[in-house]
């Protein structure tokens, strides 16, 4: 008697379970079936921090263009209350990205923050002002570190300044660079955005302008004729503040809409007014009291009165303040 062999079909693990009768259970161990079908999964979690910001958009973006594109399978969450977020993708080629919007709270100062997009490398466990430098310039973490003066043992890509093993003095001098950071970002996208650009292209030019600045000075470290002040950037120094407001008239020069000759009008007033606001984050000396959260929502209250001037000056030349 001759027995005819049936054709042997290769079949996915998963397809199996389609099969009538067959569960996981069919497998002699779950933990094999997990691990054949789950292997390629992996989960990106961390915490957005400026101080941390709850409620704000975190999404896995593939394509680096910036924007979260649900069709292009973009995975997304708004981040919890300590600025948590926890994501997972088979993709191992993406930057994280955090925006936030009118429901987005910073927890270090109680104010809304919106408008602003951070972003960090795959593998970051952090988004924050300093790993959005780094991507955007093309920086490493110890090149951050070196030019803005932070603790050498710093690690831009994992420090969390809230977190409840971080070193205080570390956390603090940490958390006091964003803030100041953002204050030159807000302020002059503030302006820019008052003088007539949308909001993103404004935030966009300014942050671009002071990431120009920065790579600038990293270029110097190597340097042995440079300066101190060649390869260190302080943002309380007018001439620092100086040059940064320099390379935003010129980068806010091509942005689409922007009346410039209002926006150079209130320039000059505007560095002015973000080395004050920094000159006092610069006096901070923990993260947690009232003292500390009224000095940090300062920086909400420069931009406002900055856009408010730059719209003023456009209106009406000769009338824009701060």
């Given at each position: 008697?001759?027995?005819?062999k049936?054709?042997?079909?290769?079949v996915?693990?998963?397809?199996?379970?389609?099969?009538?009768?067959?569960?996981?259970e069919?497998?002699?161990?779950?933990a094999?079936?997990?691990?054949?079908?789950?292997?390629n999964?992996?989960?990106?979690?961390?915490?957005?921090?400026?101080?941390?910001?709850?409620?704000?958009?975190?999404?896995?973006?593939?394509d680096?263009?910036?924007?979260?594109?649900?069709?292009?399978?973009?995975?997304?969450?708004?981040?919890?209350t300590?600025?948590?977020y926890?994501l997972?993708?088979?993709?191992?080629?993406?930057?994280?990205?955090?925006?936030?919007?009118?429901?987005?709270?910073?927890?270090?100062?109680?104010?809304?923050l919106?408008?602003?997009?951070?972003?960090?490398?795959?593998?970051?466990?952090?988004?924050?002002?300093?790993?959005?430098?780094?991507?955007?310039?093309?920086?490493?973490?110890?090149?951050?570190?070196?030019?803005?003066?932070l603790?050498?043992?710093?690690?831009v890509?994992s420090?969390?300044?809230?977190s409840?093993d971080?070193?205080?003095?570390?956390?603090?001098?940490?958390?006091?660079?964003?803030?100041?950071?953002?204050s030159?970002?807000?302020?002059?996208?503030?302006?820019?955005?008052?003088?007539?650009?949308n909001?993103?292209?404004a935030?966009?030019?300014a942050?671009?302008?002071?990431?120009?600045?920065?790579?600038?000075?990293?270029?110097?470290?190597t340097?042995?004729?440079?300066?101190?002040?060649?390869?260190?950037?302080?943002?309380?120094?007018?001439?620092?503040?100086?040059?940064?407001?320099?390379?935003v008239?010129?980068?806010?020069?091509?942005?689409?809409?922007?009346?410039?000759?209002?926006?150079?009008?209130?320039?000059d007033?505007?560095?002015?007014?973000?080395k004050?606001?920094?000159?006092?984050?610069?006096?901070v000396?923990?993260?947690?009291?009232d003292?500390?959260?009224?000095?940090?929502?300062?920086?909400?209250?420069?931009?406002?009165?900055?856009?408010?001037?730059?719209?003023?000056?456009?209106?009406?030349?000769?009338?824009?303040?701060?």
């Amino acid at each position: 008697m001759i027995v005819k062999k049936k054709p042997v079909r290769l079949v996915s693990p998963l397809a199996l379970f389609t099969l009538a009768g067959c569960s996981p259970e069919d497998y002699a161990s779950i933990a094999v079936f997990k691990s054949i079908t789950n292997s390629n999964t992996v989960s990106v979690d961390g915490n957005v921090v400026k101080g941390p910001l709850s409620n704000s958009i975190v999404f896995l973006d593939y394509d680096r263009n910036g924007q979260l594109d649900p069709g292009g399978g973009e995975p997304s969450i708004r981040t919890g209350t300590d600025g948590r977020y926890t994501l997972s993708t088979v993709n191992k080629n993406f930057n994280i990205v955090a925006k936030t919007d009118e429901s987005t709270v910073d927890a270090s100062s109680g104010v809304v923050l919106s408008g602003i997009t951070l972003t960090a490398p795959a593998g970051a466990t952090v988004i924050t002002p300093l790993t959005t430098l780094m991507v955007k310039g093309n920086l490493t973490a110890s090149q951050v570190t070196e030019v803005l003066g932070l603790p050498s043992d710093v690690n831009v890509l994992s420090f969390n300044p809230f977190s409840s093993d971080a070193a205080s003095i570390a956390a603090l001098a940490v958390e006091k660079t964003s803030h100041q950071l953002m204050s030159v970002v807000n302020a002059f996208a503030a302006s820019a955005e008052g003088a007539g650009a949308n909001e993103a292209d404004a935030f966009e030019a300014a942050l671009q302008s002071i990431v120009k600045v920065i790579a600038a000075k990293v270029a110097k470290v190597t340097d042995p004729t440079a300066s101190a002040t060649d390869t260190k950037l302080d943002l309380t120094s007018t001439a620092d503040l100086s040059l940064i407001k320099t390379q935003v008239m010129a980068d806010v020069a091509t942005v689409a809409g922007v009346n410039t000759t209002a926006f150079a009008a209130v320039a000059d007033e505007t560095a002015t007014a973000v080395k004050n606001v920094n000159d006092k984050i610069a006096t901070v000396t923990d993260l947690t009291s009232d003292i500390s959260r009224n000095t940090f929502s300062v920086t909400q209250v420069l931009a406002d009165q900055v856009q408010s001037a730059a719209t003023a000056e456009t209106n009406s030349v000769g009338t824009g303040t701060i």
